[in-house]
């Protein structure tokens, strides 16, 4: 099993930047396809993001396209999300997610078939 562990939220104001950690062990990293989710009160955990294990393809959800950035380091066992110009809307708990048994052409944004998950981190983005 893999365990993950999410930091660097906060709060900040609408336009700023935020960069999330998701830290890996038990496991190298390398070994899975990794993915960013989120969940605002009142709704359901929504795709973000996510990448393949070696060549780094990257996959996003319209929503967060040009102003986010997913991307991985499997030496430090570790996936980073860059946040740039973000809205209040982006205000949620946001998760990082391993090893996904569905992908599609646009990518594995289906919540249910991940199998491991971190404890999540708080963004709040004020306007």
């Known amino acids: 099993q893999v365990q993950l562990v999410e930091s660097g939220g906060g709060s900040v104001q609408a336009g700023g930047s935020l960069r999330l950690s998701c830290a890996a062990s038990?496991?190298?990293?390398?070994?899975?396809?990794m993915g960013w989710f989120r969940q605002a009160p009142g709704k359901e955990r929504e795709f973000v993001a996510d990448?393949?294990?070696?060549?780094?393809?990257?996959y996003y959800a319209d929503s967060v396209k040009g102003r986010f950035t997913i991307s991985r380091d499997n030496a430090k066992n570790t996936v980073y999300l860059e946040m740039n110009s973000l809205l209040p809307e982006d205000t949620a708990v946001y998760y990082c997610a391993a090893d996904p048994r569905y992908c599609t052409n646009y990518g594995c944004y289906v919540t249910i078939m991940y199998d491991y998950w971190g404890q999540g981190t708080q963004v709040t983005v004020s306007s």
């Open positions: 990448i393949t294990q070696n060549n780094g393809r990257t």
């Open positions: 038990g496991r190298p990293l390398s070994n899975y396809r």
